[in-house]
């Protein structure tokens, strides 16, 4: 799927889902009487509730690392990073069912690698997905998707060499996950465990230069 510019208030990743509902609750009340069928028509309205995809207001910061998605801070860490042989921080982010499913970049620059893992070999709590992103000051950022199993493959829409805009839609989620970023060591952390943040517009994070 191509990114556009294009914004659409329900996801299109939703749209199939929510057409086949309004199909079967139409099938349904016609044959069985639309009043024994009338709780039907409430999956629908859910579907179209949970894809929604509402637009953000990117604020105007640069050096910025924003969350990618909707979501909850589960935890902030100092770790190694495996993906890019580094220390960095991690910032592990909680998204709900019910959360905005769709995925942002957390800042502008070019993809510089993307890992992809089969769930059914890969070792316990392995991520499903991984992406490294370098802004044009060399400031380095990767984000890892880590789902259940019985959760669908995360999407991703762009390749490696791309590049990204701040805040720009690149992927989906459906149906929630838990997503980590690595940031620099000497970036600044703008989060505390519990805060909720809004994707493409709370920063989690600010790079630090010196000049």
């Excluded at 889902?17 to 309205?45: D, K, N, Q, R």
């Excluded at 942002?104 to 890992?115: A, C, F, L, T």
């Excluded at 989060?191 to 790079?207: D, I, K, S, W």
Aim: hydrophobic content about 45%; charged content about 20%.
């Amino acid at each position: 799927m191509a990114l556009t510019n294009r914004h659409q208030l329900i996801a299109s990743e939703g749209h199939l889902f929510i057409t086949l509902s309004i199909v079967a609750a139409g099938i349904l009340g016609h044959y069985f009487g639309w009043l024994e069928m009338s709780p039907l028509w409430l999956i629908p309205v859910l579907l179209i509730f949970m894809f929604r995809d509402p637009t953000r207001h990117i604020p105007p910061e640069p050096l910025a690392v924003l969350s990618p998605v909707d979501a909850e801070v589960l935890a902030i860490e100092d770790i190694r990073d495996g993906f890019i042989d580094r220390d960095a921080k991690k910032i592990v982010l909680g998204m709900g069912i019910f959360d905005i499913y769709s995925i942002r970049s957390p800042i502008e620059g070019k993809v510089v690698h993307q890992w992809y893992v089969d769930k059914e070999t890969a070792v316990s709590d392995a991520p499903q997905f991984a992406q490294w992103i370098k802004t044009d000051e060399d400031d380095d950022v990767l984000l890892a998707i880590y789902r259940g199993r019985i959760m669908p493959r995360p999407r991703c829409y762009v390749q490696i060499g791309e590049r990204l805009g701040q805040g720009q839609r690149c992927g989906f989620m459906s149906f929630g996950a838990r997503i980590e970023v690595y940031v620099p060591v000497t970036a600044r952390i703008d989060v505390t465990v519990g805060q909720r943040l809004v994707a493409g517009e709370h920063p989690l994070a600010h790079f630090i230069h010196h000049h």
